[in-house]
T-cell receptor
Framework: AQTVTQSQPEMSVQEAETVTLSCTYDTSESDYYLFWYKQPPSRQMILVIRQEAYKQQNATENRFSVNFQKAAKSFSLKISDSQLGDAAMYFCAYRTGAQKLVFGQGTRLTINP | GAVVSQHPSRVICKSGTSVKIECRSLDFQATTMFWYRQFPKQSLMLMATSNEGSKATYEQGVEKDKFLINHASLTLSTLTVTSAHPEDSSFYIC????????????FGPGTRLTVL
């Protein structure tokens, strides 16, 4: 079974600085999708970014980018120019072939003004 | 686009009663809907997967007779917690994936269930 591990329960960063959240996963599949979701205090899950495993190029969405290392099964999220609105729980997720999402334990990100 | 709603957002019930939670895709048709449970300060755990017109597939350890799921149409799935007990108190979240479309799931805002 696939597993997703986020080893940082909490992270903090100064406003306007850059922070990287770590995620590793385990799978025997060769083709899959990875996601980062954000859950603010409202608890609404919001998609931040996605990565197709067959693409070597790292995904980027404005201030958010990933470092996808397929051989190492690593999928980290980099947030540049951190803003107060980025404060939230961040979940890394793996999409299985059966369309199920397997989530990591989450990282609580605090932005210090 | 791709908005998912849940109703109610909060519900409080007495032990032994049943509670129904609705999940609707408002502007798209959903082939598949998913139900998750989230305990405080924890991650989302998949409970079951439902496809329109067929029986739901439950994850290991989830009681199908306790958590009844019905996916009656391409825009509506319901989760009924039967004979609820305090340990069923939790945050329940649904998500939906598009018919023949994108791979990401779109999430509802969640329902907080409190069983007294």
């Amino acid at each position: 079974a696939q597993t997703v591990t986020q080893s940082q329960p909490e992270m903090s960063v100064q406003e306007a600085e850059t922070v990287t959240l770590s995620c590793t996963y385990d799978t025997s599949e060769s083709d899959y999708y990875l996601f980062w979701y954000k859950q603010p205090p409202s608890r609404q899950m919001i998609l931040v970014i996605r990565q197709e495993a067959y693409k070597q190029q790292n995904a980027t969405e404005n201030r958010f980018s990933v470092n996808f290392q397929k051989a190492a099964k690593s999928f980290s999220l980099k947030i540049s120019d951190s803003q107060l609105g980025d404060a939230a729980m961040y979940f890394c997720a793996y999409r299985t072939g059966a369309q199920k999402l397997v989530f990591g334990q989450g990282t609580r990100l605090t932005i210090n003004p | 686009g791709a908005v998912v709603s849940q109703h109610p957002s909060r519900v409080i019930c007495k032990s032994g009663t049943s509670v129904k939670i609705e999940c609707r895709s408002l502007d798209f048709q959903a082939t598949t809907m998913f139900w998750y449970r989230q305990f405080p300060k924890q991650s989302l755990m998949l409970m079951a997967t439902s496809n329109e017109g067929s029986k739901a597939t439950y994850e290991q350890g989830v009681e199908k007779d306790k958590f009844l799921i019905n996916h009656a149409s391409l825009t509506l799935s319901t989760l009924t917690v039967t004979s609820a007990h305090p340990e069923d108190s939790s945050f329940y979240i649904c998500s939906a994936s598009l018919v023949g479309g994108r791979v990401e799931q779109f999430f509802g805002p969640g329902t907080r269930l409190t069983v007294l």
